[in-house]
């Protein structure tokens, strides 16, 4: 039985034991009280008439003077008696007590008190129960849902249970409503509403918290369609967003077997993707796996599917901060679309400094100041003759100076000068200090290499400032050699044409730079004046254990005879690496194996 139902019939049971019982004292006190009276009555009245007995009434009746019994109507021997003081007399009668207790008429009433008492009691029980039963059924559900940690179902048909039960439906159907309430704001707050995956801030969020944990490990990639507003405008804002759907499908697809990622769309054309706990070497190998997926992605007509799809990648592990790792993230994507074709970046362990990872606003600041203030380092590496051990020319590399005055690598700068819209002035810079140093300094370095993006070889103000320059020092452009990515020429050579045309007739050479990093056409060689092409590291990296790349080589050397073009290795490392260049045929090499960079200080170059 309830606990609460319990309580309240033995509550009701011990008030009535405890009324019969008062009942029942109520009617001894008033027998023996009447006894009493009747005995003091008896002795009043023989005190009144002392000569007259009543012997059916007294059991002695004692002179109190002589102390001698005038009359003993009784044995009373073994019987209670009581004594009542009168007169000349002492008269002892039978105790009430005892009179009430021997009398059968009283020993009747009990057995009938106690039988009316049981009846009561029962009939009371069964009444009692009978009204708390819905009571009891109750606390029956309320024990039962106590028990199973939720609302159980009422199903008693009592008035109290119905009306319960229509306040439980009306609570179900406000949490319900509640829940929608709070579900659609979330969703309003943190999901993307075209696609459904979380947004900026979601991600925000899930990087943050992942940050706070213990020991914190994991990867964020930026995953960007490039043409996004191109198939906008062409085919429509639905088809747009169906591209990017398909996109996330293809990346949740891929993520089945990981237990725990988060994905989210942070703008329109980008995805990002959030993976705790992952390793660098297990980062890469989805990386790979990611992007042969993406390049399956069904495009419209009109969009390239060679260049669609670009990812920055960071890794982070022990204590860093979000807007950070997401600056890296942007910068690698950055850096992966500077390369041109469909593919993904990351930056190696320490090369992003803390103070270099920032979002593209303070990057444009920076650049606009180091552009003003010539904070610009160029760097010589020279390419070395496989015969004779000479320097044939050198590569110009650039760095930048920052507040504080440490450098940072073109690698990571300029990417975001690209993505600021000032790449063509931070190239233009570059190219004003190369000029003056084969100006000033003609022994040191008989010819430079300088390597153009696409971007700058295509921008207009770009070109005739370069043009002027160098038609002012026509000498400068002889020992001068521009380096334009092979996946460009490959891809954009219709828009190149014009230009390389225009830097032959000045006399600069031009120079097919990392050549064997994507499977392209060489038709370029018939249709440009390239004088040199140099071997993309991936190539020479442990050239001499890898026998494909070895016969990727001599092709290439039998394609470039035909066209008098010279082959060059960059990245070699080893003198394993160099025997084998060399005996493959390359005409030179470049790299750590012969030397580091050598710095040509800032303030050598006084720009005017």
Not at 2 to 28: C, E, G, H, S, W
Not at 348 to 375: M, P
Not at 410 to 439: H, I, T, W
Request: hydrophobic share 45%.
């Amino acid at each position: 039985m309830p606990q609460l139902t319990k309580n309240t019939l033995n509550a009701i049971i011990l008030r009535t034991d405890i009324a019969a019982l008062v009942l029942y004292l109520i009617f001894v006190m008033f027998m023996i009280t009447s006894h009493w009276q009747s005995q003091n009555e008896m002795a009043e009245s023989f005190n009144q008439q002392a000569n007259r007995w009543y012997p059916s009434e007294f059991i002695q009746v004692v002179d109190i003077k002589s102390n001698q019994i005038i009359y003993q109507g009784l044995n009373s021997q073994y019987l209670p008696q009581r004594q009542v003081l009168g007169g000349n007399y002492n008269l002892v009668f039978v105790h009430p007590v005892y009179l009430l207790i021997t009398s059968w008429l009283f020993i009747l009433f009990n057995f009938i008190f106690a039988g009316v008492v049981l009846s009561v009691r029962y009939s009371l029980v069964r009444v009692i129960d009978t009204q708390f039963q819905p009571i009891r059924l109750l606390e029956n559900w309320a024990s039962l849902s106590k028990i199973r940690g939720k609302i159980q179902p009422i199903t008693a048909d009592e008035p109290i249970s119905a009306s319960i039960a229509e306040l439980l439906e009306k609570l179900k159907e406000s949490k319900s409503s509640q829940g929608q309430t709070e579900l659609q704001i979330r969703e309003r707050v943190l999901l993307d509403p075209e696609t459904g995956v979380g947004n900026r801030e979601f991600f925000n969020n899930r990087l943050e918290a992942l940050l706070k944990e213990e020991d914190a490990r994991g990867a964020a990639m930026l995953i960007c369609l490039k043409d996004y507003d191109i198939i906008q405008s062409a085919h429509g804002l639905q088809t747009a967003i169906d591209v990017i759907e398909q996109l996330i499908a293809l990346v949740k697809k891929r993520l089945v077997n990981h237990s725990c990622y988060f994905i989210a769309r942070p703008s329109e054309s980008e995805l990002a993707l959030l993976l705790p706990g992952i390793y660098l070497d297990e980062c890469e190998k989805l990386a790979d796996k990611l992007l042969s997926s993406m390049k399956n992605l069904p495009l419209p007509v009109g969009v390239s599917q060679e260049e669609s799809i670009h990812t920055g990648i960071v890794c982070f592990a022990g204590e860093n901060q979000a807007y950070k790792i997401m600056a890296e993230a942007d910068m690698a994507l950055r850096n992966a679309q500077l390369q041109g074709p469909s593919q993904w970046f990351m930056y190696d362990v320490g090369e992003v400094a803390n103070e270099t990872a920032k979002g593209s606003l303070k990057w444009r600041t920076f650049l606009t100041h180091a552009i003003e203030k010539n904070a610009f380092v160029i760097f010589f590496q020279p390419v070395i003759a496989s015969q004779s051990d000479q320097i044939l020319h050198h590569e110009v590399l650039s760095k930048v100076r920052d507040g504080k005055g440490k450098l940072i690598s073109a690698r990571v700068f300029l990417p975001m000068a690209q993505k600021c819209g000032l790449s063509a002035r931070v190239d233009l810079l570059v190219l004003e200090q190369v000029c003056r140093v084969l100006q000033y300094e003609r022994k040191q370095h008989e010819a430079c290499s300088l390597n153009l993006s696409i971007d700058t070889l295509l921008d207009e103000a770009f070109l005739e400032a370069m043009f002027k320059r160098l038609a002012q020092v026509p000498e400068i452009a002889k020992r001068l050699i521009i380096e334009i990515s092979e996946y460009h020429l490959a891809t954009q050579l219709n828009k190149l044409k014009p230009v390389i045309a225009l830097l032959d007739e000045l006399g600069v050479k031009i120079l097919a730079d990392k050549v064997g990093q994507y499977v392209v056409s060489t038709d370029y060689l018939n249709d440009c004046p390239i004088r040199y092409i140099k071997l993309h590291r991936s190539i020479v990296y442990q050239i001499h254990q890898k026998l494909e790349n070895q016969v990727f080589i001599q092709s290439l050397k039998v394609r470039c005879i035909q066209h008098n073009v010279k082959v060059y290795a960059l990245g070699v490392e080893s003198k394993d690496e160099w025997k084998t260049l060399v005996h493959l045929g390359v005409t030179g090499g470049q790299g750590h194996f012969f030397t580091e960079p050598v710095a040509q200080m800032a303030n050598a170059i006084v720009m005017p």
